[in-house]
């Protein structure tokens, strides 16, 4: 296996499920494409459990059974992995907001077990369980008017009659809205929450005249004042299991905040190494799709950058600061962008940040006609775009499938694939993605079975996808709000 700390890999929107290339070096030029694998394990899939509402986050739980946000159910959902049988855990439709065809809702979902150092009967303390999801105030937001937030609250969990209770608001005033929500939840081994939150889809479709504010870093006073929405979009936070902000958060700007990343776009992928290392996946624009390692203080670029600095296929166009004409006189198009908004080449920006370990996503040269005409009508190009747009990312540590150790899972959205990227010895690097099941469905998470020969993919209820023959859009999913089983062949 060849490792690459900087791959270029793709999928040819041309021949999607249908022909794939092998990936080639980043020096190389013209689309690439994950490599298919000519052999490996065998799997069975199978249909565990429908009629779920949009599962966001999947994960197998501390009672051994699977548990799904449900961001359109407004709910929470335990399934029994035998039989498929659900059953209704949190009911959020009270305090719970979604929009239809927005990307809000009841959305990450973290398990923190019993530790020797908390509870000072030396039980352990309590498991809880963190829920993040959107809610509703009177509050509109500076600039943008948003009336959206979203909290991180935390229950109890009674691992005898699976029930929660208890809540506790952990941090909330949080970025919300109906674009780029991220909202990957986890538990590190220091026992803190990472959790993404994405730029809310500033400066582009129905929010191109809201700012960017990915590289916008939170003052003392916003601190002090918990006023979040603004300066923690397009950010990755790590927070105290109580809210507060760690001590040894790193100081950023002059200022500690949960704030421990920040130039990210739509970081749905998160998720540790035993070894602690922290890997995300970010969703590009038109190209580069992104798997980064994430470490305290640094910058990722966007919107400055996409993938690499190299000036290929991507340029800031700044919506908002339009002039003479106001960004609100103009119609919104992600390839022909009216002279009055001002463009910035990748180069001629200056900033520091950190480039990603692999990308997923033509780095295409400049030029690059991202009209294909198999998403013409309704003017779908997006759907064409060289992206694939992941939607998670686990690391698999299992023995339970032959050489998979170490290695990335990846959902997609739009490309209706599950890849795999194999981590490299010193886990710096990953090796070039090979693609392992692909479906006519948006694959939005991943759970693991305990032994790892089982992989549960939970899929959206609607939205987009490639069709699997030609490429083009496609509303027709196979398994509409699912989780389906994909177990190893023994």
Request: hydrophobic residues 30%.
């Amino acid at each position: 296996m060849k490792y690459r700390s900087t791959a270029l890999v793709a999928v040819s929107a041309l021949a999607l499920g249908v022909t794939l290339a092998t990936s080639v070096p980043a020096t190389a030029g013209g689309p690439t494409g994950p490599s298919s694998p000519a052999s490996g394990p065998e799997f069975t899939k199978s249909v565990l459990a429908t009629g779920l509402n949009d599962p966001y986050e999947l994960l197998w739980g501390p009672d051994g059974q699977l548990w799904s946000t449900e961001k359109s159910g407004l709910k929470v959902t335990r399934i029994d992995p035998d039989t498929g049988e659900t059953t209704t855990v949190l009911d959020l439709t009270n305090e719970a907001h979604h929009t239809e065809g927005g990307q809000d809702g009841v959305l990450g979902l973290a398990f923190q077990e019993p530790d020797p150092h908390r509870g000072g009967d030396g039980s352990g303390g309590d498991t809880y369980v963190y829920v993040s999801y959107t809610y509703m105030t009177d509050t509109p937001a500076e600039v943008t008017g948003e009336t959206r937030r979203l909290k991180i609250v935390r229950y109890t969990l009674d691992c005898d009659d699976h029930t929660l209770s208890d809540p506790e608001e952990i941090l909330t005033g949080l970025p919300s809205g109906t674009d780029h929500q991220s909202a990957r939840l986890r538990i590190g081994q220091d026992g803190k929450l990472y959790y993404t939150v994405g730029d809310q889809g500033a400066n582009q479709l129905a929010h191109f005249c809201n700012p960017n504010w990915a590289q916008r870093l939170p003052t003392q006073d916003e601190v002090d004042q918990g006023a979040w929405f603004g300066p923690y979009q397009g950010k990755i936070l790590r927070i105290d299991p109580d809210g507060s902000v760690p001590e040894d958060n790193p100081v950023i700007g002059g200022v500690r905040s949960h704030v421990i990343s920040y130039g990210h776009r739509n970081s749905q992928g998160l998720d540790f190494a035993p070894n602690g290392t922290l890997y995300q996946s970010d969703q590009g624009p038109k190209t580069d799709d992104e798997v980064n390692i994430i470490n305290p203080g640094n910058n990722y670029g966007w919107p400055h950058v996409v993938g690499w600095r190299d000036d290929r296929a991507y340029a800031y166009a700044n919506w908002s600061a339009s002039a003479p004409t106001p960004c609100a006189d103009l119609t919104y198009d992600d390839i022909d962008v009216p002279p009055s908004v001002p463009q910035q080449k990748e180069t001629d920006w200056n900033g520091a940040f950190v480039p990603p370990i692999s990308t997923l996503g033509t780095t295409v040269d400049s030029g690059f006609d991202f009209r294909d005409p198999k998403c013409a009508e309704g003017g779908l190009y997006f759907i064409c775009y060289p992206t694939v747009a992941p939607s998670s990312l686990t690391y698999y540590a299992k023995d339970g499938v032959p050489g998979w150790k170490d290695s990335l899972l990846l959902t997609t959205l739009k490309d209706g694939s599950v890849f795999r990227l194999k981590v490299s010895p010193d886990g710096g690097g990953v090796g070039e993605p090979e693609r392992i099941w692909t479906s006519q469905n948006r694959y939005r998470a991943i759970a693991l079975s305990p032994d790892g020969g089982t992989v549960y993919v939970a899929t959206d209820s609607a939205g987009l996808v490639r069709d699997v023959n030609t490429g083009a859009p496609s509303a027709e999913l196979e398994n509409p709000g699912s989780v389906l089983a994909f177990s190893v062949q023994r």
